[in-house]
């Protein structure tokens, strides 16, 4: 309940705050676009593996985006998400194939070294994709609607906000479904997996083509909200930023990715403005103050403090009806 509680407050607000301040729409699309990328991340975490390369999958979408928005104008915005995410899958299924077989470091690593290797590509195929300038991408038509900038921000921030939603319930559906717990498994006894007569590599490549779907929408939104693309959206840097904010937010709820985006980018936004100069010091300080006081992140917290509230009031509750049914 304390989860759909803030879900529920915090989609009101984000709306609220786009129709009274625009200029925080753009921040709060990118917000959800982090969101989702680091909810795939946290797919992967549930089943011990952290990937340091999946700003491989976004950097793809994205640049779908833009290839198709310039080869065919007229396309709608809802198709070049939905193309941009398909081509990110593609790539993943071909990598995904190599990455399940190992486990631990070499997972993090082999993810990290394919994510350069495009990373240089694009720096370097200038006729293409336009170096380290980038690409621009023509604000496209949403349901065959032309919008000028405000109405097309507001649109894309109630899709963000609706994918965000039902994503992050299917997601959390999906760590509690029999697939879910098998993700558990491989974290805690991959042996035992094995001998049930299940693949661990079969539900970990099932599981990272969810994480690459995740990264892959992250990707095609955050191209349209920017209108432009570059090989920064598919360097480290950004994939550490993914994990961060699953360690931030908590891998252990869905929502959390969505948590930790939020206070990453208000982090982000303040301190840029505030503190110039120290601003990274400050994300990884806070990152050090959320590790030590909640292992579990943000929504870890929230959670145990709530269920420590409802224990005595449930076993007074307990207790009055004993007495109750004695007398």
């Known amino acids: 309940m304390l989860i759909r509680f803030l879900v529920f407050v915090g989609s009101a607000l984000v709306l609220l705050l786009g129709l009274l301040a625009p200029w925080t729409k753009t921040p709060a699309i990118v917000s959800l676009s982090f969101g989702l990328a680091a909810l795939g991340v946290s797919v992967l975490m549930r089943a011990g593996q952290i990937s340091f390369g999946h700003a491989l999958y976004a950097c793809v979408?994205?640049?779908a985006v833009a290839f198709l928005a310039r080869a065919w104008p007229q396309l709608d915005a809802l198709t070049l998400i939905v193309a941009g995410t398909f081509a990110s899958l593609c790539v993943g299924a071909i990598v995904g194939l190599f990455v399940v077989r190992y486990r631990g470091i070499f997972f993090g690593?082999?993810?990290?070294?394919?994510?350069m290797v495009l990373y240089s590509l694009i720096g370097k195929l200038y006729t293409w994709t336009g170096g380290t300038d980038g690409l621009r991408i023509v604000r496209p038509h949403l349901l065959g609607i032309e919008l000028d900038r405000g109405h097309f921000e507001?649109?894309?921030l109630v899709i963000s906000l609706l994918l965000s939603i039902g994503l992050g319930w299917l997601v959390q559906r999906y760590f509690r479904s029999a697939s879910g717990e098998a993700m558990a498994g491989l974290k805690t006894n991959e042996t035992r997996l094995e001998y049930l007569g299940l693949s661990a590599r079969r539900i970990l490549w099932q599981g990272y083509m969810l994480s690459v779907a995740l990264v892959g929408l992250s990707g095609a939104l955050f191209a349209l909200i920017q209108g432009l693309?570059?090989?920064d959206m598919g360097s480290w840097l950004r994939s550490g930023e993914y994990v961060f904010i699953a360690i931030l937010g908590g891998a252990g709820h869905a929502f959390g990715a969505f948590v930790g985006a939020l206070v990453f980018e208000l982090v982000k936004l303040f301190a840029g403005a505030y503190l110039t100069g120290v601003w990274q010091m400050?994300?990884?300080g806070t990152l050090i103050a959320v590790i030590l006081a909640a292992p579990e992140g943000i929504?870890?917290?929230m959670?145990?403090?709530s269920t420590t509230r409802v224990q005595?009031?449930?076993k007074e509750s307990r207790w009055n009806r004993w007495f109750a049914r004695k007398a």
Do not use: E
């Open 282 to 284: 400050l994300l990884g």
């Open 154 to 156: 507001t649109a894309l």
């Open 229 to 231: 693309v570059t090989p």
């Open 312 to 314: 005595p009031a449930n």
């Open 303 to 305: 959670w145990r403090r």
């Open 61 to 63: 979408s994205g640049y």
């Open 299 to 301: 929504v870890g917290l």
């Open 109 to 115: 690593m082999l993810n990290l070294a394919v994510c």
